[in-house]
């Protein structure tokens, strides 16, 4: 399993009907992290996002009792199947 880190969306964005497509200058990203209560740097920092989303996977592999690896490195994925 991968984890992607989200922290904009294309500018373009299509609606559900093909058609309906149409030019969007809204940080829709940062409107969710406002929602979200994410720190307020993240709300229009794409490096602020993209690292708290990183501090919130480590804290859910912290929390999962080993059942949640992250591996970054070769020898990460060596240490996980030996």
């Known amino acids: 399993m ?3 880190v ?3 969306v294309p500018k ?7 058609s309906n497509i149409r030019e969007c200058d809204v940080d ?3 409107s969710l992290a406002r929602v979200a209560n994410w720190p307020a740097e993240t ?5 602020a996002r993209a690292l708290y ?6 804290a859910f592999e912290s929390k999962s009792g ?4 992250i591996i970054e490195t ?8 030996h």
Request: aromatic share 8%; proline share 3%; glycine share 8%.
């Open 66 to 69: 080993s059942k949640l690896r």
């Open 12 to 18: 373009s964005v299509v609606s559900f009907e093909p």
């Open 53 to 58: 989303q990183a501090k919130m996977l480590r």
């Open 74 to 81: 070769h020898k990460d994925l060596q240490k996980f199947l």
């Open 43 to 47: 709300h229009g920092s794409l490096l």
């Open 6 to 8: 989200v922290t904009r």
């Open 2 to 4: 991968s984890f992607g």
């Open 28 to 30: 829709l990203i940062g």
